[in-house]
């Protein structure tokens, strides 16, 4: 049997900064907290608590502070975290995946110039409401194509369309194809991840070939969660697993490949422990 693992897996630029930044942080005066996880992988989260990293979750939280750092997670935050931060007189050191204050400055750019804007992503996801907090006027939101195909624009009305860095490129084009065939005056601007879709594209090449998919990350990652989807439709036996400890196999004779894949919060060793264990137990 040959276990295979996907060739883009695990921490994408932008995790792997923004979790080095924390530990660079380390051992400096004054305590250190995070604005959210750092990253949503609950594994690095409970790792960097225990270094005494503590998460704050709501302005409330930083309202009670007086001293210490505070990091910005890599999904970005509202506007008014940053102002609110700067209020209390905190330090603030921004570890903000560079794709995602990317995308800030477009859409603060684009609705300044009075265009309405769209956002393909998800409304509840932290990185999507820190991109509409940038928005002059507030975004749309557009998660699937029915919403796409609701969607009504004024007329005359110029629309700027950009994307949560981790959602599907695929179900991005077609949203875009359903704004174009309804004739608005669209500036489309893909906002994914060039990382996101490498990671897709590999898991999805994978998993048409595989017997077994395995794939690892944060239960609350998005791009994880979105590989798990992929998988799912190229291979009917695929896992979702944040650990070993998830990972309950029985695997038939007649299985002859296994791929692994892991989300961009997914750190190697937890990828290689999953490999090693399949490879010696089956």
Not at 25 to 52: A, C, D, F, S
Not at 199 to 219: N, T
Not at 246 to 255: A, G, I, N
Request: overall charge negative; charged content about 25%; glycine content about 8%.
């Amino acid at each position: 049997m040959e276990v295979r693992l996907a060739g883009k897996a695990g921490f994408c630029f932008g995790v792997k900064r923004a979790v080095d930044t924390v530990y660079e942080r380390l051992g400096k005066k004054g305590p250190i907290y995070t604005y959210g996880p750092i990253i949503h992988n609950e594994e690095v989260v409970k790792e960097l608590e225990q270094k005494g990293v503590q998460v704050l979750h709501t302005a409330e939280d930083i309202k009670g502070l007086r001293e210490g750092t505070v990091i910005i997670r890599s999904h970005g935050v509202t506007r008014p975290v940053y102002e609110l931060i700067e209020k209390q007189g905190l330090q603030c050191v921004d570890a903000t995946c560079p794709f995602v204050k990317r995308i800030h400055g477009i859409v603060e750019k684009e609705s300044g110039e009075g265009k309405r804007i769209v956002i393909a992503g998800n409304a509840s996801h932290p990185e999507v409401e820190g991109i509409v907090s940038w928005c002059k006027n507030g975004a749309d939101v557009i998660e699937n194509l029915e919403e796409a195909e609701k969607f009504l624009a004024g007329e005359g009305e110029n629309i700027c369309i950009v994307a949560q860095t981790t959602f599907n490129n695929n179900k991005f084009q077609d949203i875009v194809e359903i704004f174009k065939k309804k004739g608005y005056n669209v500036n489309v601007v893909n906002t994914i991840c060039n990382a996101t879709q490498e990671r897709q594209s590999a898991a999805e090449e994978l998993a048409a070939a595989a017997d077994v998919m395995i794939v690892i990350g944060g239960k609350h990652s998005s791009n994880t969660r979105k590989l798990y989807d992929i998988c799912c439709k190229e291979c009917a036996h695929t896992y979702f697993i944040q650990t070993l400890d998830d990972l309950h196999l029985e695997l038939p004779k007649s299985v002859r490949l296994v791929g692994i894949t892991a989300g961009a919060s997914t750190p190697n060793n937890i990828i290689e422990e999953v490999q090693n264990y399949v490879r010696i137990n089956f």
